[in-house]
Structures are given as C-alpha cells and as structure tokens.
C-alpha cells in the first residue's frame, strides 16, 4: 500500500513539448514538495505546497508550474520542455514545518 | 540560504569494515539533520535522523552524531555489508518547509 505515488514513471518526450506528473500521497501529511535530481544526483528542492497553498519557488523558470487541488495531490505540469530538463522528478510529503519527509518512486523524464 | 557540504564523494568499504560520511552546514539556525539512503533506482529513504537538543543516536548499525557548536553531523556505519552499497544524502532543516541536501556520498561495500 503506497504511501507517495508518482505517475507517470518513465516520460520520454520531444522538445518543446508539454507534459505533467501527477502525485498523490495517502499519509494524511498537509505539505508536499517537488524535487529535482540532476545526472550528478544532486537533490534540489523546486516546490513546496502546505495546505495547497504554495510556500517554496526556488527560482525555478515559469515554464514549471505546480498545481495543488487538494492536501493529497500535488501535480507538476511542464510547458515547453527544454534537453535541460532530462532528470528524476521526485514528489516528497510531510507533516507540518519540520516532519520527516517521504519520497515517492520518482518519474524519469528524458527530453529528446 | 543554507548550505550543506558532505565528505567524501564517494567511499569504498570492505565488507566487515566502518564507513563514515560527514556533513557541514551553514546556518546556525537549522535544528533536524535527516539522512537519506537511496539505492540504484529507488527513492531517497530515511534511515536515520537527529534533532538538535540530541548529540548521538543510534539504530542497531547505523548512528548519528551532531556538533552543534562546529555545525558539523556525521553518519557511522558499522560491520558493513552489500546491501549498504548506495548513495547517502544528508540534509539540514530549519523548520521552514526547506530541505537542503547534501551532494551525495556513493558508498561501495567490497565483499
């Protein structure tokens, strides 16, 4: 029974395409993130949503925008997609400002 | 913004032996210091974290130790074994929703 899902797992687009990933988490947690992992691994924080509403934008460009309907989903829909934009995708959730965070399965997205 | 630096890049082991991974950070004021173990494939996964009113803590193999004066918190592993073969992130919080992670430490367990 998955606590943090991710759809779609793997996402092979074009260029210059649009495309979303959707995720949802079953925990009951009230803040969801969005993280990005790069070829280097190296994590990086995008987006934080707490109580749908958004309270972290890491200068991330306009072209990523996350949308969140309810407590449970936090969706990412990508405009334009750049070669750039190839890596892991990872949705995370938590309760509250300093709960443990959990990671979903990842969406691994390559831009041809 | 916080910064966090983690040492070293990667580590190879023999089975049987200690590894080590340190981290530093920046901002006296982060409090919850997670580390994440994320094999080939997988998701990142908590396996162990510290607050900081707590110096050490340990989970059967697996313990933290946080210097809260030198900003400093490292991960020991002890008797190591394949299964520990993966990529281990730590990461500094300071209760404002943000996780700053370290670059990542890519221990190998030689058998």
């Known amino acids: 029974d998955t606590a943090v899902s991710q759809t779609p797992k793997y996402l092979v687009t074009q260029m210059g395409n649009d495309k979303s990933i959707k995720c949802e988490q079953n925990l009951g947690h009230d803040t969801m993130y969005w993280y990005k992992q790069d070829s280097k691994k190296f994590l990086k924080i995008m987006f934080s949503?707490?109580?749908?509403?958004?309270?972290i934008n890491e200068t991330v460009p306009n072209r990523f925008s996350p949308k969140s309907p309810d407590k449970a989903h936090l969706n990412l829909h990508i405009n334009s997609l750049e070669l750039g934009d190839s890596a892991v995708y990872f949705c995370?959730?938590?309760?509250?400002?300093?709960?443990?965070?959990?990671f979903g399965p990842g969406t691994r997205l390559l831009v041809l | 913004g916080e910064n966090v630096e983690q040492h070293p890049s990667t580590l190879s082991v023999q089975e049987g032996d200690s590894a080590v991974i340190k981290c530093t950070y920046s901002d006296s004021a982060s409090n919850y210091f997670p580390w994440y173990k994320q094999e080939l494939g997988k998701r990142p996964q908590l396996i162990i974290d510290?607050?900081?009113?707590?110096g050490e803590k340990k989970d059967q193999r697996i313990a933290v130790s946080l210097n809260k004066t030198a900003k400093h918190f490292s991960l020991h592993i002890t008797e190591t074994q394949p299964e520990d073969s993966a990529v281990y992130f730590c990461a500094a919080h300071k209760g404002d929703y943000k996780l700053s992670f370290g670059a990542g430490t890519t221990v190998t367990v030689r058998a």
């Open positions: 510290i607050r900081s009113n707590v």
């Open positions: 995370a959730s938590s309760q509250g400002l300093s709960g443990t965070q959990y």
């Open positions: 949503y707490n109580n749908k509403e958004l309270i």
